[in-house]
């Protein structure tokens, strides 16, 4: 019997070995390894930090989450931040203020991150998943629209699973890779329905669409600050608002409920602890600082991608849809081969260069399996063919 060890390799792929190569060139370096994102703390992290241990302040009370929160409010343009201990959370609270209740549908994209599904079923409603534009990944308005003539009908203020019977109460979008989603079209059809609107920002801090920063078009919108984040906090997210008063009741619903007071411990309903510590707010203040440098040099570096794939056949790059401006979050390429796609991310793992697909798509997870969908082609397509490249903004300073 043949030894495995001296069995014959077969050939490295050819597509993979010019994307390899021209990744290669886009980061200017010819052999060092590459993280997909990895934080980056050039500011005054160390100082406002040694703030909060100077001061005592480091849990969930002080100085610096009122500063984070304001800080928020400027660098997206919506009236209201309300900072929260991870993303999911926010987005937990954005469906309680959206007023998803047990038995509701909630219009989710299958192209998303779990977290956004997750979100849903922790008010005891069920996620229907529906397909995902080629351009941008975000959801498909016209899919959407063909969908909901097919299985929804408006009765009076609320729009209705002729299937199920479940009122289908939002419509959840996702900005995917920083890259903003159709927000004009999906408005539209999120009123036309009778839906609320909340915007997945998670990924798409400093991301615009026509001039206006994304996450105030929709009622409610949550944002993400995880370690792979283009701002990071550690762990944490923020609700954002125009409304003033789902503002108040958001602070309130992340703080257990507890209503103001000097000693008493008054709790007037059901709350949650999803407060973001002092220490995690102050090294947010720091990054939103530098959120602009690292917005420049993650251009620069998407440019720089774009230049070096031109000429590589089978490979389509994302780019920033029509009238957009994004953070470029995480660079990422499209095969049209997606047979392709386990080598090709063999091979730039392999040579050191971080790599990973897109999601399983939500109604593949077996907790999903059995939800309602709308024809998901373009979502299918996307997860079987999406590559995201190593994206971090110190790349750009080979």
């Known amino acids: 019997m043949t030894d495995p060890a001296v069995l014959p390799r077969p050939d490295p792929d050819p597509v993979a070995e010019r994307i390899v190569a021209a990744v290669r060139r886009a980061l200017r370096d010819p052999d060092g390894p590459a993280a997909l994102h990895q934080p980056e703390f050039r500011g005054q992290e160390w100082a406002y930090i040694k703030d909060c241990l100077d001061t005592g302040w480091v849990s969930s009370v002080g100085a610096w989450v009122d500063r984070f929160e304001r800080a928020l409010e400027q660098v997206t343009g919506v009236s209201h931040a309300v900072a929260a201990s991870t993303g999911t959370a926010a987005l937990h609270i954005c469906m309680k203020l959206a007023g998803v209740v047990r038995g509701d549908e909630v219009l989710v994209p299958a192209l998303t991150f779990v977290a956004t599904a997750n979100a849903v079923t922790y008010e005891g409603a069920t996620p229907h998943f529906v397909d995902a534009d080629m351009e941008c990944l975000g959801v498909d308005p016209d899919a959407l629209e063909a969908h909901l003539q097919a299985t929804a009908v408006v009765e009076g203020d609320v729009c209705r699973n002729r299937t199920t019977g479940a009122v289908i109460r939002a419509l959840v979008v996702t900005h995917i890779f920083g890259l903003p989603c159709d927000l004009d079209a999906l408005a539209a059809l999120a009123e036309r329905w009778r839906l609320v609107l909340i915007e997945d920002a998670a990924e798409a801090l400093g991301s615009f669409r026509e001039g ?22 550690g762990g944490g997210g923020a609700i954002l608002t125009n409304d003033a008063d789902l503002a108040r009741r958001a602070k309130h619903l992340t703080t257990t409920a507890k209503r103001p007071h000097a000693w008493s411990f008054d709790h007037d309903e059901i709350g949650y602890n999803y407060r973001l510590p002092n220490l995690n707010a102050a090294l947010g203040c720091a990054q939103l600082e530098r959120l602009d440098d690292m917005i420049v040099r993650k251009r620069v570096l998407a440019g720089r991608y774009a230049e070096a794939l031109a000429g590589v056949e089978g490979v389509r790059l994302l780019t920033d849809p029509p009238g957009c401006r994004s953070n470029a979050w995480l660079n990422s390429l499209v095969l049209e081969a997606p047979e392709l796609r386990d080598a090709v991310l063999t091979a730039l793992n392999g040579a050191g260069l971080m790599s990973r697909p897109t999601w399983t798509l939500m109604h593949r997870l077996p907790m999903y399996a059995a939800c309602p969908r709308a024809p998901l082609g373009h979502a299918e397509r996307l997860e079987a063919g999406v590559i995201s490249l190593p994206s971090s903004a110190c790349l750009a300073d080979t």
Request: proline share 0%; hydrophobic share 40%.
């Open 212 to 233: 206006v920063h994304v996450g105030g078009r929709g009622r409610l919108a949550a944002l993400s600050f995880n370690g792979n984040k283009i701002v990071t906090t």
